[in-house]
């Protein structure tokens, strides 16, 4: 059980068009979900926290405008990256939890990679 | 603000030797603690958690960790590697019992295991 997954796997997209990733939780409703970043031999860097039906919670120094979140339904998130750039190639990984739960779950994670 | 640390980078073992990976966290309240493991072109699998109890935690594969909360350490121990264990390691905190906070991660080691 516990299963998360990322659409999709790998993106390549071309300077100042968006890109949008999907995060589900396939065998539990997730009430909270989280968006990270993962640079190369580096730790995740959580950019957002978001709760199902209200507003995402930005980390400090992570554009809201620029890293849209949208947590719709208790088994669907989406990160929508807007005019990438470049420097917005990364690692985008999604993780969530069940009500009650204090465990994460981690999806398999995006390759970004902005041309 | 809650940090976590790492001790080591990089630690590179010969199969069969012992493990002990460090990890200290900042924070004055009640912790979850948890060791995540991302092997090679894989996403993050929890290893372990500690959210109360018996501060020796066993995990999968052999691994377990110990929370000694004098130490604000949950250090990661195996007693023999194997060349399957090569990865990298997260620890990583949150604050227990709060509905929707974030899990901090630590700046991962990476495990090299030579067979």
């Known amino acids: 059980g516990a299963v998360v997954s990322q659409h999709p796997s790998r993106v390549i997209c071309k300077s100042g068009t968006s890109v949008k990733i999907e995060c589900r939780s396939l065998?539990?409703?997730?009430?909270?979900m989280f968006w990270y970043r993962q640079f190369p031999k580096k730790s995740l860097m959580l950019m957002a926290t978001s709760n199902e039906g209200s507003k995402a919670t930005y980390e400090q120094g992570v554009e809201k405008d620029k890293f849209l979140i949208n947590h719709a339904s208790l088994t669907l998130s989406t990160l929508t990256v807007t005019s990438a750039h470049p420097e917005d190639s990364s690692f985008y990984i999604c993780s969530a939890r069940g009500a009650g739960r204090e465990t994460q779950y981690f999806g398999p994670g995006t390759r970004l990679l902005v041309l | 603000a809650q940090s976590v640390s790492q001790h080591n980078h990089h630690v590179i073992l010969s199969e069969a030797a012992s493990l002990e990976l460090g990890c200290n966290y900042s924070y004055g309240g009640t912790v979850n603690l948890f060791w995540y493991v991302q092997y090679p072109g894989q996403h993050l699998q929890l290893l372990l958690k500690?959210?109360?109890?018996?501060?020796l935690v066993k995990g999968i594969k052999g691994f377990e960790a110990e929370f000694i909360k004098s130490k604000f350490s949950f250090n990661l121990r195996k007693p023999s590697v194997q060349w399957s264990d090569t990865a990298e390691y997260f620890c990583?905190?949150?604050?227990?019992?709060?509905?929707?906070?974030?899990?901090?991660f630590g700046p991962g080691t990476s495990l090299s295991v030579i067979p």
């Open positions: 990583a905190v949150n604050r227990a019992k709060t509905s929707y906070d974030k899990v901090i």
């Open positions: 065998d539990f409703q997730a009430t909270t």
């Open positions: 500690y959210f109360s109890g018996d501060p």
